[in-house]
Each structure stands twice: as C-alpha cells, then as structure tokens.
C-alpha cells in the first residue's frame, strides 16, 4: 500500500522536482524542507578533510577532538576551529581525555576545562555516576583558560603527546 498523506506526497513531489537540479546531496533537500533541522560534521583523522567538507556544503556544527596534544600533529584548533568560529558554527568537542590516557598527567577537570575553552559542548565519557557528577561541577564552575593556562596544559603532555592523539593516524 502506497503512502498518499498530503504531507509525503507534497514531499515526495518536491523532491524529485529538487533532485533534477544539481544540488549536491540529500541532505540539503531534507534541510531545505525542513526534515531536517541542524547538520553536522564529524571527523578524528585530519582536518583539511574537514575543512574541505566545510567548503562543499553548509554545516551546522562541528564534532573534533581537541586536548592539550592538538598542536603535535595535524591539529584541529587552528584550523578547523578557528573556521568554525569564522562561520558562526557550532563546536562540540570530544576526546578531551583522550580515552582516559590524559588523567595520568592531570585531573579530568583540567582537560575538560581545557577542551571547553575551544568548544561550545564537550562529549566526555563516564563510567559512573561519580564521574558525571564532577563533570557537572566542572561545568557550574567553569571559565575559559587564559592563553598561559593552556600552554602550560599543552606543555605538560607534550612528552607524550603521541600517545593523547593516536587516534589521528
């Protein structure tokens, strides 16, 4: 039985009238009629991949990580970041502890504020409801970083920096 609802076949109708264009992906059709409210790009490895994605297509927010070890390879702060916030979108920020390989260096709050710093949400794992609880603390509490405070981060792992971004490649 075929769906006949105003509403699908409205769609269904302007889509195809769309997709004879050349447009590049259905994701902009479903934003465009409005299916589909905010996008967002994700990537771990490299980030002139995702500035180019950037460049083809109007995304929403950002998904990267960023940590003190940004800076030792391929680093996402000043690049992808720093575009990000030139196209006013949004930043999440993930990987703040590196899969709990920071917390040997300092606490998890330094991360997180630290990662916080650059982003407009962070994305933190936990494993208990301790670890949420002092993730909210950290959040009530927070204020950005000065320049120092983050070189000072940045310096502490940057002995082994390689191991906090492995996931780069």
Do not use: W
Request: with cysteine; glycine share 6%; proline share 5%.
């Amino acid at each position: 039985m075929t769906n006949t609802s105003p509403e699908k076949s409205s769609f269904t109708h302007k889509l195809k009238s769309f997709l004879v264009g050349d447009h590049l992906s259905l994701v902009h059709v479903r934003v465009r009629f409005e299916k589909v409210r905010f996008v967002g790009l994700t990537g771990h490895h490299d980030p002139q991949v995702l500035l180019e994605a950037m460049n083809r297509f109007p995304f929403d927010t950002v998904l990267v990580a960023i940590n003190p070890a940004d800076g030792r390879y391929r680093p996402f702060i000043p690049s992808v970041v720093a575009e990000v916030r030139k196209r006013n979108m949004g930043v999440v920020g993930m990987k703040a502890l590196a899969a709990g390989r920071l917390l040997d260096v300092a606490p998890a709050a330094e991360f997180l504020r630290y990662t916080a710093t650059h982003a407009d949400t962070v994305v933190v794992g936990c494993s208990s409801v301790q670890e949420v609880r002092a993730n909210l603390a950290v959040s009530a509490a927070f204020t950005p970083m000065s320049e120092a405070e983050q070189r000072t981060r940045e310096e502490r792992v940057a002995p082994r920096a390689s191991v906090y971004d492995s996931f780069k490649g």
